[in-house]
């Protein structure tokens, strides 16, 4: 079946530093990348979408300046934190559907620690 | 109101036992998504339903289109079942596949 593959599962970083999150889509093109952000005990929000070789779609509240996203061909989104604070703590995960008629695939998550 | 609203927000079951967990949206969709989301935080989609009725080992999804609700059933529940299911709701007319979720259900099966 379709695999995301998300990277790095953890990580923690300083406060003011900036830290780049992969998804790969392994066994199909994902033309579509959705990132969303999930607190403790929330449900997932949606941050952006990711359009490959167009500029990502942000949702209304989300910093496009601070939540880079690039989606530079068909099998890899980015979404880099920049200059984190403590506030940016969460689960980050992307999800992405191997065509119309398909489920979705989520990528395993990156739980982002800022100190 | 949201416009996905689960319940129960909480379960607790005994291994064994069949579980019900409902989903009620106030959109029209396009899609329904069952996912499940273990304590790690990976998830894994389980159903996507636009009408009707799939099953997949001991894990059935039931979509009633009409009345805009849907539920998940577990048979023979076991405790590797305890994560957290999330319906998510692809609102008809859009192409792109924006979804909105409900707050989820914490499921615990105990030995």
């Known amino acids: 079946g379709a695999v995301v593959s998300q990277h790095p599962s953890r990580v923690i970083c300083k406060s003011g530093t900036s830290v780049k999150i992969e998804c790969r889509s392994l066994d199909f093109q994902a033309t579509t990348m959705f990132w969303y952000r999930q607190f403790p005990k929330q449900s997932l929000m949606l941050m952006a979408t990711s359009n490959e070789g167009s500029k990502a779609t942000y949702e209304q509240g989300v910093e496009k300046d601070k939540f880079l996203i690039n989606h530079a061909s068909l099998t890899l989104s980015t979404l880099t934190v920049t200059s984190a604070h403590p506030e940016d703590s969460s689960f980050y995960i992307c999800?992405?559907?191997?065509?119309?008629?398909?489920?979705?695939?989520f990528g395993s998550g990156t739980r982002l620690t800022v100190v | 109101k949201n416009e996905v609203e689960q319940s129960p927000q909480n379960l607790t079951a005994q291994e064994g036992e069949f579980i019900t967990i409902n989903c009620s949206y106030s959109v029209g969709i396009s899609a329904l998504h069952w996912l499940q989301q273990h304590p790690g935080g990976g998830i894994v989609s389980l159903f996507m339903l636009s009408s009707g009725k799939k099953k997949h080992g001991r894990l059935i999804a039931t979509i009633n289109i009409q009345e805009k609700h849907s539920s998940l059933h577990i048979t023979a529940s076991h405790p590797r079942d305890s994560a957290v299911y999330i319906c998510?709701?692809?609102?008809?007319?859009?192409?792109?596949?924006?979804?909105?979720f409900g707050q989820g259900t914490i499921l615990t099966v105990h030995p």
């Open positions: 998510a709701v692809a609102p008809g007319g859009t192409s792109y596949g924006k979804l909105t």
């Open positions: 999800s992405a559907r191997a065509g119309l008629t398909n489920g979705y695939t």
